[in-house]
């Protein structure tokens, strides 16, 4: 069955770096847009970023653009997140989204349970 | 950006009622709304795509309406496992960016 598991979170100094990783299986990775998702602790939930199916093309939010960089490596099944210049703001669960649809942008249909990020002196 | 607004931002009912979320766009999105609900502790589930169409293995007792500005997330008697926080979300263009959450609680 389909799933997609994220790792990399932990706790970080605000400036620093972190990578997080998400491993997909159960179907072709290949074929479909991934997403990272967060969510602030008591908050909502808050779009970060897209990569397509062949990692041609990304989008990010205002606040993360020229921070955080998107990427995938279809030949591992697995899709990251690059996050540099960590700010406090940028405490959250992040969850690694796969989209319902191949080929074309669409709702999200299954999401990992997510790893945390704190950033924290 | 596309901003949407949730209301109510909490909602009160008994098992067995009428629950009815909204969701308004800030511009147009056509029919690209999804809904999502999120229990404590866990990830998102999806329920409504398209505005209307429900997802695989939700409920009938789950239905979404609208389109252009203006979504209505209905449940039409609730059950227990029902009492969560549920997200809209638009794909229109970029960012597709959440409500920010209608809390469905116990009265």
């Known amino acids: 069955q389909v799933q997609v598991v994220e790792s990399g979170g932990g706790v970080v100094q605000p400036g620093r770096s972190l990578r997080l990783s998400c491993a997909a299986s159960?179907?072709?990775?290949?074929?479909?847009?991934i997403h990272w998702v967060r969510q602030a602790p008591g908050k909502g939930l808050e779009w970060v970023a897209v990569?397509?199916?062949?990692?041609?093309?990304?989008h990010y939010v205002d606040s993360v653009k020229g921070r955080f960089t998107i990427s995938r490596d279809n030949s591992k099944n697995t899709l990251y997140l690059q996050m540099n210049s960590l700010r406090a703001e940028d405490t959250a669960v992040y969850y690694c989204?796969?989209?319902?649809?191949?080929?074309?942008?669409?709702?999200?249909?299954?999401w990992g349970q997510g790893t945390l990020v704190t950033v924290s002196s | 950006e596309i901003l949407l607004t949730q209301s109510p931002a909490t909602l009160s009912l008994s098992p067995g009622d009428r629950a009815t979320l909204s969701c308004r766009a800030s511009?147009?999105?056509?029919?690209?709304m999804t809904w999502y609900q999120q229990k404590p502790g866990q990830a998102p589930r999806l329920l409504i795509y398209?505005?209307?169409i429900r997802a695989t293995g939700i409920p009938a007792r789950f239905s979404g309406s609208g389109s252009g500005t203006d979504f209505t997330l209905t449940i039409s008697s609730l059950e227990p496992e029902d009492f969560a926080f549920y997200y809209c979300?638009?794909?229109?263009?970029?960012?597709?960016?959440f409500g920010q959450g209608t809390r469905l609680e116990i009265k």
């Open positions: 989204v796969k989209e319902g649809t191949p080929y074309s942008s669409s709702w999200y249909d299954y």
């Open positions: 159960g179907f072709t990775f290949s074929a479909y847009g």
């Open positions: 990569i397509s199916y062949d990692g041609r093309t990304q």
């Open positions: 511009l147009s999105v056509s029919n690209s």
């Open positions: 398209d505005a209307s």
């Open positions: 979300q638009h794909r229109y263009d970029w960012p597709p960016t």
